[in-house]
């Protein structure tokens, strides 16, 4: 059965950092993806890597986010820099392509200005 549990996110000031988690179990060597959907918006793409590490960034998103997996622990990372109060949304990971019924709860960001 797959599960994937994001944590990381919170409240922080414009401008600060935030690294966010996806535990994965009953997935392995798949590509892997976040994505974010912000109040009153549709789940957009954000970062997604591949099995061998190879590594794409929305272009929008360019130069602030960093996306990265330990595959010891089958969890991916999502590091965020420069913080903007535009990237305040609910925050999910899951394959690429994703898979319906395997998206988690996702991890609210919150970013104030």
């Known amino acids: 059965q797959v599960q994937l549990v994001e944590s990381g996110g919170g409240l922080v000031q414009a401008g600060g950092s935030m690294r966010l988690s996806c535990s994965a179990s009953?997935?392995?060597?798949?590509?892997m993806a976040w994505w974010r959907q912000a109040p009153g918006k549709q789940r957009e793409f954000v970062a997604r890597?591949?099995?061998?590490?190879?590594?794409s960034i929305a272009n929008s998103l360019r130069g602030r986010f960093t996306i990265a997996r330990d595959y010891a622990e089958n969890t991916v990372h999502l590091q965020i820099d420069n913080l903007k109060p535009e990237d305040t949304a609910v925050y999910y990971c899951n394959t690429f392509p994703p898979q319906t019924d395997a998206w988690g709860q996702g991890t609210q960001v919150t970013v104030s200005s």
């Open positions: 009953g997935i392995n060597n798949r590509a």
């Open positions: 890597i591949s099995i061998t590490g190879v590594t």
